[in-house]
């Protein structure tokens, strides 16, 4: 069963987040540019995330590797 798409609600509720703040795209494109592969993109985007203090999108779905991996890989 997949949410709109996506593997599921968080995966989902990450992706929406990232394509439609502007600072995190801004953030997306950065890691996305910066990076070889997508998994070392996400795990770059990760990071500036959490040491941010952010560790959960405003609707509570977690942020991780997995999650972010697949909202950018849609960018």
Known sequence: ?????HKNWNHWNVS???SNDESL???????IAKAR???KAADYMLAALQD???TETPDG???TKTSIRA???DL
């Open 37 to 39: 592969t997508l998994d």
């Open 61 to 63: 779905a977690p942020y």
């Open 16 to 18: 929406l987040w990232i």
């Open 25 to 31: 795209y801004r953030v997306a494109r950065t890691c």
């Open 52 to 54: 941010s203090g952010f």
């Open 1 to 5: 069963m997949t949410y709109n798409g």
């Open 71 to 73: 909202a950018l890989r």
